[in-house]
């Protein structure tokens, strides 16, 4: 791995879940991105991504990592996860770092791939989900009757450990109940699907077929891009591989993806 540079928990505002890490590289930046920890919305750290975020500056971008509140059935519900990491980017375009402010993308896994396309829907620019959470509203559509539950999970566990056995539709409908808090009429605007514009930034999609996010998201993510006008890049795994854990397979063509917008 090349030279970078770390500076980790620089307050990007006034909560105390508002604090990015940064990865800097060692020569001058050809572009900036952030990258977004997944976790359901309700739990997760930047120190997630470090991994990511450093290969990221190896290759040559400033890499930034936020952290962000998390949601609870009362607190930081939708659309405070969005609200954050849009934040983390004015900060990042405010910044008086050296890097082109035109060049700027967004990556993210599981909820974090939800966020990062949010980012590309609202702020035109590229995005990477690896495993986002898409279709929320038809989720929620598909499993009537369906009891939703949390599952147990080590805060201080490696992504790519969590979600990995396949679907479990009543964690999945419980990641999004409680994302929503008592705001469930709210779901449709929490869709990504149904809002892509012209104005929304390209797009890489990569999932698994029989993994916890299921593979038609991506379909309907790829079907709504096309419709609007939108590039949109996909790949699907075999496998019930989750985000992080099918690193090794995704950071080729997402790398392609990011040079062919920034480099």
């Known amino acids: 791995m090349a030279s970078i540079n770390i500076v980790r928990n620089i307050a990007y505002g006034a909560d105390p879940r508002h604090r990015l890490d940064l990865y800097r590289p060692a020569r001058l930046a050809r572009g900036a991105v952030l990258v977004i920890h997944g ?6 750290d930047k120190a997630g991504v470090s991994a990511l975020a450093g290969t ?20 930081n ?26 060049l700027i993308a967004a990556v993210g896994s599981s ?7 949010e980012l590309g829907l609202r702020y035109g620019v590229p995005s990477v989900s690896w ?38 539709d009543a964690y999945y409908l419980w990641c999004i109940q409680n994302l929503m808090g008592g705001k ?25 077929l ?29 496998g019930s591989a989750h985000g992080d854990a099918y690193m090794a397979d995704a950071i080729r063509p997402t790398m392609v993806f990011l040079d062919r917008y920034l480099g």
């Not at 190896?58 to 609870?72: D, E, I, K, Q, W």
């Not at 939703?148 to 056995?165: A, C, H, M, V, Y």
């Not at 449709?188 to 012209?198: G, K, S, Y």
């Open 210 to 238: 029989r993994e916890f996010v299921p593979a038609k998201e991506i379909a309907l993510m790829v079907a709504a891009a096309i419709a609007a006008g939108v590039g949109v890049e996909c790949m699907v795994l075999p």
């Open 39 to 44: 976790g359901g919305w309700w739990t997760g």
């Open 77 to 102: 519900n939708y659309p405070t996860q969005v609200e954050d990491v849009a934040a983390a980017l004015g900060w990042l375009r405010s910044s008086d770092l050296p890097y082109n402010r035109a």
């Open 131 to 168: 495993s986002g959470l898409l279709n929320l509203d038809g989720f929620v559509a598909d499993h009537p009757g369906l009891e939703p539950k949390r599952l147990e999970i080590d805060p201080n566990g490696p992504p790519s450990t969590i979600d990995q056995t396949g679907a479990n």
């Open 111 to 117: 909820s974090g791939g939800n966020l990062a396309i």
């Open 56 to 75: 990221l500056a190896s290759a040559g971008y400033l890499a930034v990592a936020p952290n962000y509140r998390l949601a609870t059935a009362h607190k």
């Open 184 to 208: 469930m009429s709210l779901i449709r605007q929490a869709t990504p699907i149904h809002r892509v514009t012209p104005h929304a930034g390209p797009m890489f999609l990569a999932g698994s």
